[in-house]
């Protein structure tokens, strides 16, 4: 799972675009949390937990914030 997420830094990092600061840190900041959530959950014993089982959860939790962020704005 690591080695998947280090070629897709990578990838990300040694393509021709030149990304904003901005996107960088995004692109840090999902990832760190994926790994966060992954290795959280490999320590409570999930251990079928998978990266694309972390990607799902982290999408739906920040779609449940956007919502209700949206939500409360109106």
């Known amino acids: 799972i690591y ?15 030149t990304k904003s600061d901005l996107e960088n840190f995004i692109f840090d900041a999902h990832h760190f949390s994926l790994l966060t959530l992954l290795f959280v959950k ?6 079928e937990y998978a990266l694309e089982d972390a990607e799902k959860d982290l999408n739906e939790k ?4 956007l919502n209700q962020r949206k939500s409360n704005s109106n």
């Open 62 to 65: 920040i779609n449940a914030i």
């Open 42 to 47: 490999h320590w409570m014993g999930f251990k």
């Open 3 to 17: 080695e998947e997420i280090l070629k897709e830094r990578e990838k990300h990092f040694s393509s021709d675009e």
